[in-house]
């Protein structure tokens, strides 16, 4: 697999990530109790809507290398899956070490010093 394909698969992953921390915020501020994410799958067209709670959505975040995806959307070449949430989403950890170095690094929430 071409360093510049494990790249784009990343960056979309991380994209999607990024759209849903400012639906985590808008939840919070809404007390929703079970807002709808996007899916973090690293398909750039897919539009799949993933239901979780806030504490759920945390638990995704706690590591900068995982994802939350719709059942059947990951993606063994660079991830596996570490999770099964009730058939509404998966929690997958990034295996393939070019992705997960560039997820963390695309990390949101990383402190920068």
Known sequence: MQTDD????????ALFREVNERIAETAKDFDAKRPEFICEC??????????????????????PATF?????????EIERVI???????????????A???????????AVET
């Open 6 to 13: 494990l790249e784009k698969r990343a960056k979309t992953e």
């Open 42 to 63: 690293d398909d750039p067209s897919c539009t799949h809507r993933v239901e979780a709670s806030l504490d759920e959505y945390e638990e995704v975040r706690a590591d």
């Open 68 to 76: 939350m995806v719709v059942p059947g959307h990951d993606d063994e």
């Open 83 to 97: 999770a099964l949430r009730g058939g509404r989403f998966v929690i997958v950890e990034k295996v393939q070490r």
């Open 99 to 109: 992705v997960r170095n560039l997820v963390r690094h695309l990390n949101p929430r």
